[in-house]
Structures are given as structure tokens and as C-alpha cells.
Nanobody, 129 residues
Framework: QVQLVESGGRLVQAGGSLRLSCAGS????????MGWFRRPPEKAREFVAA????????THAVSVEGRFAISRDNTKNTLYLQMDNLKPEDTAVYYC??????????????????????WGQGTQVTVFS
């Protein structure tokens, strides 16, 4: 089990940028597939982006493709989400999640919330116009 702590969320104007971080501890970080999910106000949690153990494979939701980028630094036990050209509809609580393993054989699994075992507490991102 890996413990996850997100940071970097704040109030930002539309068009601006943020970088979220997720620090892992308590386990070998490079042994985990990692993902970002978000819960918009009064909506269900949704997939944002995911990455395999060494960053070779990444995938992003269509709604953020070209604006957000997931990455990781296993030497720092940290996952990142670079968010550019933010829009009000990006307002949400952002969660990082982990699943023990190097990669999913079925790539559809990267986008499934129920494939991830360990979750952080979330960080609030609010985008105003």
C-alpha cells in the first residue's frame, strides 16, 4: 500500500496554468501505475490521465488532451499533472490514485476508477473566468 498526498491546487483565472503534485510514500513508487481523477461539483469522479510505471505510456481524457500532461519522477516518488489553458469546467477536486503493477495489459483499464487501489485525499482546483 502506498500513501498519497496531493498538492498544488488553488484558485486560478481561466487561461492560466497549474502543476499538481502527488507525493508517494510507504512503498516503492516505481512499482505502481498512477492516475489522476477529478470530481467536479455535484458530479461523479472522472478520469483525467494515467501513466505506467516508468512513464513510457500515458493516456489523457479527451476533455484535457493537449492541455494537461501527466508525468512522474520515480527518483522523487512524485507524480505530476501539468495543467495549461485552464477552463472553468476544469474546476474540481483532483485525486491521484495508484495500482500496484507496472502496466495494464488492457489499456482501457488505465481509465477505470475501480482498477486503482490507493487514493490521496484530493486537492481543490478552482478556475474562474
Amino acid at each position: 500500500q502506498v500513501q498519497l498526498v496531493e498538492s498544488g491546487g488553488r484558485l486560478v483565472q481561466a487561461g492560466g496554468s497549474l502543476r499538481l503534485s502527488c507525493a508517494g510514500s510507504g512503498a516503492t513508487f516505481s512499482n505502481y501505475i498512477m492516475g489522476w481523477f477529478r470530481r467536479p461539483p455535484e458530479k461523479a469522479r472522472e478520469f483525467v490521465a494515467a501513466i505506467d510505471w516508468d512513464g513510457t505510456y500515458t493516456t489523457h481524457a479527451v476533455s484535457v488532451e493537449g492541455r494537461f500532461a501527466i508525468s512522474r519522477d520515480n527518483t522523487k516518488n512524485t507524480l505530476y499533472l501539468q495543467m495549461d489553458n485552464l477552463k472553468p469546467e476544469d474546476t474540481a477536486v483532483y485525486y491521484c490514485a495508484a495500482r500496484n503493477g507496472l502496466y495494464f495489459r488492457n489499456r482501457a483499464s488505465y481509465r477505470r476508477e475501480d482498477e486503482y487501489i490507493d487514493w490521496g485525499q484530493g486537492t481543490q482546483v478552482t478556475v474562474f473566468s
